[in-house]
């Protein structure tokens, strides 16, 4: 049975300028112990998506305009706000992309980190400061008793984002969402940040869904894939699947662009054109301008998941008809 049912999730965004369909219809399961990765470029929806399951959508101008959250028979999008706050921080936790701005200046990295146990009623003030000295110096943070009095400002960024994940698993969360965690941390950080979420994962059983645009992460650490574009899913499979047979033209062009596969002195490919305009309505299929593939009824003709292949499925009209 699935830790998180998604269906039909659609979040608009009401500004003077018109309104931006962030999420449109998003639909899909998380099972207990699954690592899912939400790809896409930036704009695509993969952090809204996720901060709608949250309940942290600022409204307004954001609106849940439609669809259901189930996780463990409660949903999140309708629960009562207490409900919400007896999930959110405890059973379900969320590594944020920027810890600088994620973190507290003013609050010692002490006060940070029991504040989820507190709050949730698990723990003393004082077994919970133990229990913060145990979840720094397993994020690998040296000399833990003298940082914990330190403030945000006084670590750098990759220690700042260790902070973030103590954080998130301090309750032991049956859920983690981890909102590109890596983006601003070089190489050799980034890799010991995912080895340290896989080796929590397994000690803890949780579920994660990992957003990012990294390809490269994804193939080495996610079980099943989510492709976005527009606020839409164009793509899912497992992850060896979809990088070995990749169906949708967005999902193609996507893994066209990894550098690490360019021909050597080769220009790196890019895709052509930009992301769609949201606060527009589009009838068809929102890669369609884009897609070299695309013919006239791409532009003009709805399109929704078809399957193509045990658990892979994808949203192009002309490989659904079998033309491509």
Request: include cysteine.
């Amino acid at each position: 049975m699935p830790l998180l049912t998604v269906t039909g999730l659609r979040t608009h965004f009401h500004t003077r300028s018109g309104i931006y369909r962030a999420v449109d219809g998003v639909s899909f399961s998380v099972e207990p112990g699954e690592t899912l990765g939400i790809v896409g470029e930036s704009g695509s929806g993969k952090s809204a998506t996720c901060y709608s399951i949250m309940g942290l959508i600022p409204q307004p101008p954001g609106r849940i305009e439609g669809g259901t959250a189930m996780f463990d028979g409660v949903d999140l999008l309708h629960c009562t706000p207490a409900a919400a706050r007896g999930i959110r921080g405890n059973r379900v936790s969320m590594i944020f992309q920027d810890p600088m701005t994620s973190l507290n200046p003013y609050m010692r990295i002490s006060d940070q980190l029991i504040e989820p146990l507190l709050i949730h009623g698990k723990t003393s003030r004082s077994e919970a400061r133990k229990r913060a000295l145990e979840m720094l110096a397993s994020v690998g943070i040296s000399d833990a008793a003298r940082r914990m009095r330190q403030y945000p400002h006084e670590f750098s960024g990759g220690m700042r984002q260790r902070v973030m994940i103590a954080m998130a698993l301090i309750t032991r969360p049956a859920l983690l969402i981890a909102d590109e965690p890596t983006t601003a941390l070089d190489v050799t950080v980034q890799a010991q940040i995912l080895e340290l979420i896989q080796r929590t994962q397994r000690e803890l059983g949780m579920a994660v869904i990992f957003i990012t645009h990294d390809l490269a992460v994804v193939s080495g650490l996610c079980d099943r894939v989510l492709v976005m574009y527009a606020g839409r899913i164009v793509e899912t499979a497992g992850t060896r699947e979809l990088f070995e047979n990749p169906r949708h033209p967005y999902t193609r062009a996507l893994r066209r662009s990894i550098p690490a596969t360019q021909p050597k002195g080769a220009e790196l490919y890019t895709i052509p054109g930009l992301p769609p305009d949201l606060s527009k309505p589009l009838p068809g299929c929102p890669f369609a301008p884009r897609c070299e593939f695309a013919v006239a009824r791409c532009h003009d003709t709805p399109t929704s998941l078809s399957e193509v292949g045990p658990g892979h499925l994808q949203a192009c009209l002309r490989v659904q008809s079998g033309e491509i």
